[in-house]
């Protein structure tokens, strides 16, 4: 980490010189995850002589953030000392944003403070919560992406209504489920499938208990459905582009990547592709559409797809055949042009 560090109107000393060594040393340990190049400490602390005042102005640059603290006091030692620790604070902040931490820590650690006092078992330490946090860090984003798909199918086949579950509360849920259960986890499967598996579990059990308590529950401004059934699957799909932000769309990289769309016509076919894929991925059996999703957009073996669904090998290969001639054969009847 490159830093520079000015002293105005006042005469440092070996005590301070050692003391911002060691303080710029810890930060440069913190900032060990960003590109070295790209992060630059600079600093100036100032004397006031007429009021013995020591104030100090510290900025970090990062990658996509600046971080910048202040602070005054009457001792030289003490005012960088604190305004080391803001930095800290600030960049420990800043971390957890980018693992997306703000997404569930807080939730799923209150849960597990009252399990824990439920059941009056020890708590964790907070060395074994750094561990895991650690550990699956790394996958938080990817199962981020996968729950937030997995819940626009259930939407478009109405298992799910809008603001029934949200991929915040699924991946926190996870997370504390792998949390309470990471010793028994299955020594066979990678920490992303794992976790996969215990997302599909946990999204099936929900979207099983909202529809039960769905069916014991008569609305009284309850409207008769105005599009009959058979033409509700010829448009099942369209409703999501309605009910979803733009930053919640079922987009077609959501579904098969295609990068290249360089002239507007062809924007417009991609987008008349994108929406009938899908309607038609949703039309699928949940049993071939998860086995299509995990192969294809995972990137799951079929070994890995069997053990994360619980299926044997020989239905999963079955169940992949049967997703891709039934697209396939939806796509050619369609007319759209496929690109090669």
Not at 208 to 235: M, S
């Amino acid at each position: 980490m490159r830093h520079d560090i000015t002293f105005k109107n006042f005469e440092t000393h070996d005590r301070l010189n050692t003391l911002i060594e060691r303080l710029i040393a810890g930060l440069e340990r913190q900032t060990s995850s960003f590109r070295q190049e790209a992060v630059f400490l600079h600093g100036i602390v100032e004397k006031n002589p007429t009021r013995e005042l020591y104030r100090i102005s510290l900025v970090l640059n990062l990658p996509g953030r600046t971080l910048v603290a202040q602070d005054e006091r009457h001792d030289a030692e003490a005012v960088i000392r604190e305004a080391f620790i803001e930095l800290e604070r600030q960049l420990k902040k800043y971390k957890e944003l980018l693992r997306n931490e703000h997404l569930w820590k807080r939730p799923a650690r209150r849960e597990a403070v009252r399990q824990e006092r439920k059941l009056g078992v020890a708590p964790a330490t907070e060395r074994q919560r750094l561990v895991f946090l650690d550990i699956i860090e790394p996958h938080l984003e990817k199962l981020y992406n996968f729950v937030r798909r997995e819940i626009a199918a259930y939407l478009a086949t109405g298992d799910l209504a809008p603001g029934d579950l949200s991929a915040e509360d699924v991946v926190d849920a996870v997370v504390l489920t792998a949390f309470r259960s990471w010793d028994d986890r299955p020594a066979r499967l990678e920490i992303d499938r794992w976790l996969l598996r215990l997302a599909i579990d946990h999204l099936a059990a929900e979207v099983k208990r909202i529809n039960e308590e769905r069916a014991v529950t008569v609305h009284v401004e309850e409207d008769v459905p105005e599009t009959p059934p058979e033409e509700e699957v010829v448009t099942l799909g369209d409703e999501i582009f309605d009910f979803y932000q733009p930053d919640e769309d079922l987009r077609l990289e959501d579904i098969v990547p295609d990068p290249y769309v360089p002239t507007p016509d062809q924007v417009l076919e991609s987008r008349d592709l994108q929406r009938y894929i899908n309607q038609t991925l949703a039309q699928l059996p949940r049993a071939w559409r998860m086995s299509f999703v995990l192969y294809h957009l995972e990137g799951l073996s079929i070994p890995e797809i069997a053990e994360v669904t619980g299926q044997r090998v020989v239905e999963v290969r079955r169940n992949l055949r049967y997703a891709r001639e039934f697209l396939r054969e939806k796509l050619m009847e369609s007319g759209l042009k496929i690109a090669a």
